[in-house]
């Protein structure tokens, strides 16, 4: 039997292949699952997905299901109890950022109606079809994710340069930037 051709960054952890197999690239739109990767993008900072992967139930769970609502309710002592959990990356920056970022997510909401509306117009509503041959074609930001990026600032989100923003675009289907090579490939451009 032959084995599936892969993005090159998917071909090791099972976590990743997992990943990569079943959500990289995948068009969502989710208001709350949204915001959620947008979180979890911005937590990778500085570190690799893979490590964020294999702490993402943890923040699931701290962050009640990243539920904005609930967020913005989290008291001193929550913020703290989040901050000694080992089961996520406790940077003060990253998880002060996590509650400013519900209040702006809540706040746009309120203006437009729908996150997930407001994020896919800057794709004019579908899947950017990329055609990169190998991972150094993959850029890591564009004009797009450099608007992107600057819009959310404008309205208050924290920890979403315009790297970060491409990397949430790349997550949540908004380019499809699996090489031409790997199976998801031709799976998500035929299902867009």
Request: proline share 3%; with cysteine; charged share 25%.
């Amino acid at each position: 039997m032959l084995e599936k051709k892969r993005c090159a960054w998917a071909t090791s952890d099972p976590l990743n292949i997992k990943y990569h197999d079943t959500e990289w690239g995948r068009a969502i739109y989710d208001d709350r699952l949204l915001f959620e990767f947008l979180n979890l993008e911005g937590m990778q900072a500085g570190l690799s997905w893979l490590t964020i992967l294999k702490k993402r139930d943890q923040y699931r769970h701290r962050f009640q299901q990243f539920d904005a609502k609930k967020i913005i309710q989290f008291t001193p002592e929550d913020i703290e109890a989040c901050l000694q959990d080992p089961g996520i990356i406790r940077n003060r920056l990253k998880v002060n950022a996590i509650m400013t970022n519900a209040q702006a997510y809540l706040n746009l909401k309120e203006k437009t109606g729908s996150f997930s509306d407001y994020l896919w117009q800057f794709v004019d509503g579908k899947p950017i079809q990329n055609h990169w041959k190998t991972r150094q074609d993959v850029p890591t930001h564009t004009p797009i994710s450099d608007q992107l990026a600057k819009d959310l600032k404008e309205r208050g989100f924290k920890f979403i340069g315009t790297t970060i923003c491409y990397a949430f675009m790349q997550a949540v289907g908004m380019v499809n930037d699996h090489t031409i090579h790997c199976y998801c490939y031709s799976e998500i451009k035929k299902g867009s």
